[in-house]
Every structure is written in structure tokens, then in C-alpha cells.
């Protein structure tokens, strides 16, 4: 039988015990891999101690997750569950996430670093409204009469898809979880969802108000598991019709190549980026360093939206810096314990990812590039990086190009508004960007000018869950949030009815 870990916290914002179940979600019940030998030890990345032990699903059990959610869209989802019905469900589930607030919190600080504040009032409490808006969407998701003629009559249908697999990533893993949740169950699908194996604790802890909420056995399955053993099942499988992704875009290209290759099932991916950050000379300054901050080190700069790629005019360039290097200097020195009220700043998510973005740092410093601050980690124990800026950077260095998902930034001087918009383009992503300037038709000139999914002008990182988020170029396909979201799960029939044309 699959076993229970209780994690008894005492901290300064949280203090209680947390029971996690550590086996894999299945047709409504918890149950132990086919095979049942594999385990993984998830971390706390503020200590780099083991937080408990979870089991590792093969391709067989994806075979069994899929199972029951087919069994469970023929007879119990889909249509056979009104769109009514399904609201009132998602909109319960949205209020058991809001009970339970304070512990999914905690087990967010606790396995990803997120300060605890922070992780309550943006990752939690956005899954809340994110599901609770889908709730409202349940009983709304219409076709059309389309005219042709009086003898006939045209109509369509936006029918589920059915079983989708939805594989979220490890740096906003409850938020995410909810992006995808959310429309997939308002549409009348039933899905598999894999966790990152690093973080998949919210995901474990979901599963219980899944069933409180009412869903019937097998519309939500939840299974641990590796990438390229899960993930690959579930991107290749022949009954899943559609498969969301959110990651990199390496993965991303295999998540594709997977499911071109078995049954060209439907893919929606959120990808990388390298947002550019763009302050002209007419901004309101104390503004345009404070947004600036929050775009590029939030979540410690593992976001995918972050602003890494900032551009500031020449004129207000040099002051633009001493005061962003002081601001920047200040976050590092908040680095700390997640569930301490002053820490702004916590830790990379794993020895891997802070490896990788160190390895960048070095690049930088090989290259030529200018660590105006930051640069090393932070203390002894845990993944923790110094917020860092460099300088003097040029476009072919791999930290401007590349996607580093740490708290790194590059600032780069431009002379002219031409000049900004082509540099800002010269990226193979298209995810975000922010525009600071007090001359509002210039804002929505280079917003438009600007190749991405998503623009903020005078702002960062404000995404709203009314509002379609999703990449060009290689930072996605497809569409979250908003009434968009409900068309990536949903697919569009034609119907003709014969009213009286005779052969």
C-alpha cells in the first residue's frame, strides 16, 4: 500500500503537521507504481537536506492513469456531467485550495524556496482565482448557428477532447497545475498530470481535495515521474488525445516529436524565454526600477517570463544603475530561511539548476562581461544565489542569448527607439516583454513593434487570468487564460441538418 509522510513544521509563519501521500493518484485512489521500485528523495533547496521520499511511476502506470480516465470521460465526464455540475465542483475545489492556503504555503516554501508570504499570496492564492474563474467558464463554452440557407441548418459543437496529458514544470508547480486544471475540467476532459519529480508535493496534496471537491474516480490522475520516462509515456501514448506542456523548449521539441510520431495528438506548449526589459529616457524612473526588479527577480529569476535582457537609454543609463545595483544589492541581502517574514529572496530549486546557473555566471566572466554585482553564491548551506548584474555585455555572449532561469541580469545601452525594437527582437523567443516611458503611444508603438506573446507597458509580470498568455517563436504554441484557454481544449464540430433539400 502507498505510505503517508507527515512533515511536522515549527517555523516563525508556519507551525503544524502536513500529511503527504507518497504514492500515485489513480482512478480516484492511491496506489503503489506496477513496478514498484523506484523512488526519488525530494530536497529542501534551502537546506539541501531530504525532505521525504516519493515513488516514481513507469510507462505502465501511465497505461492504468489513462485507463481510468477514459473509463471515467465514457461514463461519469465529458457530457455526462453538465457544465453546471462541473462548475460547482471546480468552484468547491477553489475554495478547499483556499481553506488549506497556509499549508499548500508552506509546502511550496518548503520544497521550491519560495519566501512563504510570497508563496501565499501569489502561487496560492492565484491557483485559487485561476480555478475559480474556470468554474465560472464550465457552463459557457458554446457553438454557433451559422446561416447558409432555409433549408438547412448549421451548427456547431466544441466537444473535449477526452484523456489529455498535461506535464507541469518545477518552478510555480501549484500556479501551473492550475493553469492547466483549470480549463481542461471546465471543457469536460479528463486528465494525467505529471509533477516535476523535484517538486511535486502541492501536486500530492491536490490530489485529496480532488476528492473532497466531488470529481468522479479517474477525471483527475496524478503521477509522479522522470521526464523522459513519464513524460515521453505520456507525449507518445495512442489514447491520449492532447498533451499540455509547460517547460523548456528542448523538452518541448520532444514533447512534439512524440506525439507527431504516435498519434498526432494536440500540443500546447509554454516554452522559454528571454524577455527584454525596456527603459526609455522619459520613464518615470523610481517606477521603471522597482517593475524592473520584479520582472527580472521574482521566484529568484526561475520564471520564464523574466525580464533578463534589460535595455536602458543612454541618457539615463548611468543612473539607471547605481540605483538598480543598490536596489538589487539590498534583495541579497534579504536571502534567507522561506518561511522567515523578511526574506524576499530564498534558493535556486536544486543543486542542478543552481550548477547551471553558475555555469552561466563563468560564461559571462570568460567572455568578457563585467559583474557589476553579485556573481557567487550566498552562504554555505542550501542553493542560494547573490542576485546578480552584469555589464559591458554584447549580443553573441551566451548570457545575453540564452535563457539562464536564475537571477541573473544583463543591462545594455541603446540610443534609439529603431535601434531598442531590433535588439529586442534578435532572440529566438517571443514570451514577454515590458516597455517603461511615460509617452503612452510610444508604449503601445514598440508593444506592437515587439515580437511577443504578452507586453506590459509600465508594469511587469502582471498576468491576469482574463487575459491569453502563450509564446512566439520558439516560447510556445497555443494559448493559456481567458476564454482562449477553452480552445486548446476543446475541438470545434460542424453539423449540418438536411430541413428539406430534396435530390
Known amino acids: 500500500m502507498p505510505g503517508t509522510t507527515t512533515l511536522d513544521l515549527d517555523t516563525s509563519s508556519f507551525k503544524g503537521s502536513i500529511s503527504i501521500n507518497t504514492g500515485l493518484f489513480i482512478g480516484g485512489k492511491w496506489c503503489d507504481p506496477v513496478d514498484a521500485h523506484d523512488h526519488a528523495e525530494i530536497i529542501n533547496p534551502s537546506t539541501g537536506k531530504k525532505i521525504m521520499v516519493i515513488s516514481l511511476a513507469s510507462s505502465k502506470d501511465v497505461d492504468l492513469a489513462v485507463k481510468a480516465a477514459h473509463k471515467a470521460y465514457k461514463t461519469s465526464w465529458g457530457f455526462k456531467c453538465p457544465g453546471k455540475e462541473r462548475g460547482k465542483m471546480l468552484l468547491k475545489l477553489a475554495d478547499l485550495l483556499e481553506r488549506d492556503a497556509d499549508q499548500f504555503a508552506a509546502i511550496e516554501a518548503l ?21 475559480r474563474y474556470f468554474g465560472g467558464w464550465a457552463d459557457k463554452n458554446q457553438g454557433n448557428v451559422i446561416e447558409t440557407n432555409e433549408a438547412k441548418l448549421a451548427y456547431t459543437r466544441h466537444e473535449p477532447f477526452g484523456v489529455c496529458g498535461q506535464i507541469i514544470p518545477w518552478n510555480f508547480p501549484l500556479l501551473m497545475m492550475s493553469w492547466k486544471v483549470g480549463p481542461a475540467l471546465a471543457t469536460g476532459n479528463c486528465i494525467i498530470l505529471k509533477p516535476s519529480e523535484m517538486t511535486p508535493l502541492s501536486a500530492l496534496k491536490f490530489a485529496e481535495l480532488v476528492v473532497e471537491a466531488g470529481f468522479p474516480p479517474g477525471v483527475v490522475n496524478i503521477i509522479n515521474g522522470y521526464g523522459p520516462v513519464v513524460g515521453q509515456a505520456i507525449a507518445e501514448h495512442p489514447d491520449i488525445a492532447k ?13 512534439m516529436e512524440a506525439s507527431a510520431k504516435s498519434n498526432l495528438k494536440v500540443v500546447t506548449l509554454e516554452l522559454g524565454g528571454k524577455s527584454p526589459t525596456i527603459v526609455f529616457d522619459d520613464s518615470d524612473l523610481d517606477q521603471a526600477l522597482k517593475w524592473t526588479m520584479q520582472a527580472m527577480y521574482a521566484n529568484m529569476g526561475q520564471s520564464c517570463v523574466a525580464g533578463s535582457r534589460v535595455f ?22 534579504t536571502a534567507g530561511d522561506p518561511f522567515s517574514a523578511n526574506t524576499m529572496h530564498g534558493p535556486q530549486v536544486s543543486q542542478v539548476q ?8 563563468d560564461s559571462g566572466k570568460s567572455e568578457g562581461a563585467t559583474v557589476h554585482t553579485g556573481g557567487e553564491r550566498h552562504g554555505t548551506e542550501g542553493f542560494f544565489i547573490k542576485p546578480t548584474i552584469f555589464t559591458d555585455v554584447h549580443p553573441e555572449m551566451k548570457i545575453v542569448k540564452e535563457e539562464i532561469f536564475g ?13 531598442v525594437i531590433e535588439a529586442a527582437n534578435a532572440t529566438t523567443y517571443g514570451l514577454s516583454c515590458c516597455i517603461f516611458t511615460e509617452n503612452i503611444s510610444r508604449g503601445i508603438r514598440v508593444a506592437h513593434a515587439l515580437e511577443n506573446g504578452s507586453a506590459f507597458i509600465n508594469s511587469a509580470q502582471l498576468v491576469d487570468h482574463g487575459v491569453p498568455f502563450g509564446g512566439y517563436k520558439q516560447s510556445g504554441i497555443g494559448r493559456e487564460h481567458g476564454e ?11 453539423i449540418h441538418v438536411n430541413l428539406g433539400i430534396r435530390l
Open 243 to 255: 498533451v499540455a506542456f509547460t517547460g523548456s523548449t528542448l523538452v518541448g521539441r520532444k514533447v
Open 354 to 361: 543552481f550548477d547551471r546557473i553558475m555555469g552561466y555566471i
Open 312 to 333: 536602458v537609454h543612454e541618457g539615463i543609463y548611468d543612473e539607471f544603475i547605481q540605483k538598480f545595483s543598490a536596489m538589487v544589492q539590498g534583495l541579497g541581502q
Open 484 to 494: 482562449y484557454a477553452l480552445s486548446t481544449y476543446t475541438q470545434v464540430k460542424g
Open 111 to 131: 520544497n521550491v524556496g519560495k519566501p512563504y508570504h510570497v508563496a501565499k499570496a501569489y502561487d496560492v492564492m492565484g491557483a485559487v482565482e485561476y480555478i
Open 407 to 419: 537571477p541573473v541580469a544583463v543591462v545594455l545601452k541603446f540610443k534609439t527607439e529603431e535601434e
